[in-house]
């Protein structure tokens, strides 16, 4: 018990160290390079301490007999982003919180049973004020979901609010030049909680939760490295052709958003059962997740509305006055673009979601920046694409053309054991964390004992380009131990095979793995492809 308030009160001077660090930039001196460095180095502990923060509280339960989890969550959640941060960071951290409860609860409604504060008579003449082009039903059901939006979440409410000031303009936008009811934009709050990196148990993805298939009818891109679920606008987009359809099938407004939850043929069963197209007929006909879809349409719309009659205060959040578009002449990653123009990697993720490897893959693919960081690329836009070039497209890492896909790779399945770490499994099997992540659809870097994690290792059409000289191999030969040539005295090569990882290699020919990185440009996080081959420093 000791032990764990300790921790938490360091938790707490974590939280605060970075607001400590404004005071100390104020001293900084040197050239801008210099500068600029200064601001990423203290960009990415401050998202670092944030994200820490929140693997953290993970573990503590509702049984903590110090009972700080929840208002030590509270705590972090309404601190406010100091002014030297990061506009954005505000957004990253915000969205990153929402991952700590389902949203996916609000389609329970059945069993909800509220007492509320008001007279129906209140909230029916609240609704009819909103002057809705799209009727908005009232009974005990949307009472319901009126209550738990603005009484039932007093952390998760203020969060969304505190982001739809920054994307319900967006898709306002998006839905007038569709020519649909600007209404439907409350739909994102339901479907995601206004979280473009969303992922649901069924694996529909980004702010509008689309499914592969739908995602790619209605003209999304999805590859290995681009995922336009996860661009707010496009998909955006997508969404608005989705529910225009939707509405020429079924003429009814609610029941165009019902089939967005469960899909038409849902919807079509349950008018055939019901015999009649009226919704509230329907509605004990669809899928029980699907029926309160519609109450909560409604509830966040009123809650959208209404919230400072309930005392809400949506958490206050930095964004960017104007966003500037690129298109980009060729590939670049995240990391190039944030070295030399100062703006920060989450920033770009944040504002280009849809690139799922931190890796624009070149024309006709787009770049948004804050309207301040134009310049900066602008200027310095042929340095960004060849900056540390044979880093960060290492063919090791990404063979002679791209990266492979997922389907074109080995796929293991790794059984957490006590002791380790996401990152040390990432280590072990030459991936990166941050795709194990992405793989398993973790939130963050916790794991617990017994989790299968998948893991997608090499390509499986490369074992055909696999050489077979045998000449000069290391005297430790062990069965992940692969072929090698010694082409001068200083020198030798290893054919990277099926199962090698970067430790394995390194201790096989008995060097560090740290001068194998280096000697390769890699780093402890890399990828390697099956067939190609890897410098080794003779000892």
Known sequence: ??????????????????????????????????????????????????????????????????????????????????????????????????????????????????????????????????????????????????????????????????????????????????????????????????????????????????MLTTARQHGLTVNSYVDERYDFTASGHAAAKYLKDSYILFGDWPLAIASYNCGPGNVNKAIRRANSRAFWDVYPYLPRETRGYVPAFVAALYTLTYYKEHGIVPLKIEMPTHVDTFYVSQRVHFEQIAEVTGISVDELRDLNPQYIRDIIPGRPHILRLPYHYTPFFTDKEQEIYSYKEDLYFNPILFGKNSLPAITDRNQLVHTVKSGETLNGIALRYGVKAVDLQYWNNLKNTTIRIGQKLNVYSGQTTASSRTTTATTNAPSKSVSTATTANKPNAAYQWHTIKKGDTLWEIAKNYGVSLNDLLTLNGLNSNSKIIVGNRLKIKVL
């Open 1 to 210: 018990m000791k032990k764990l308030l300790l921790l938490k009160i360091s938790l707490i001077s974590l939280l605060w160290f970075p607001f400590t660090m404004g005071f100390a930039q104020e001293k900084i001196t040197g050239t801008r390079k210099q500068l600029i460095q200064e601001i990423i180095s203290l960009r990415k502990e401050l998202s670092d301490l944030k994200m820490n923060s929140i693997a953290f509280l993970d573990t503590i339960t509702t049984h903590d007999t110090l009972n700080w989890g929840a208002p030590l969550f509270d705590y972090i959640n309404e601190i406010e982003t100091p002014i030297n941060t990061d506009s954005l960071l505000s957004i990253f951290y915000l969205q990153r919180s929402l991952h700590h409860n389902s949203f996916e609860d609000f389609f329970d409604i059945d069993s909800l049973d509220y007492v509320a504060d008001l007279p129906d008579s209140v909230y029916i003449k609240r609704l009819k004020a909103l002057n809705s082009f799209i009727t908005l039903p009232y009974n005990d059901i949307v009472r319901n979901s009126i209550i738990r939006f603005t009484k039932k979440m007093p952390t998760r409410i203020p969060t969304i609010l505190g982001l739809a000031t920054y994307y319900m303009p967006i898709f306002e936008e998006i839905f007038d030049q569709h020519d649909l009811p600007l209404e439907l934009k409350a739909m994102a709050i339901i479907e995601s909680a206004l979280d473009p990196t969303a992922v649901s148990r069924a694996k529909a993805r980004g702010m509008w939760q689309f």
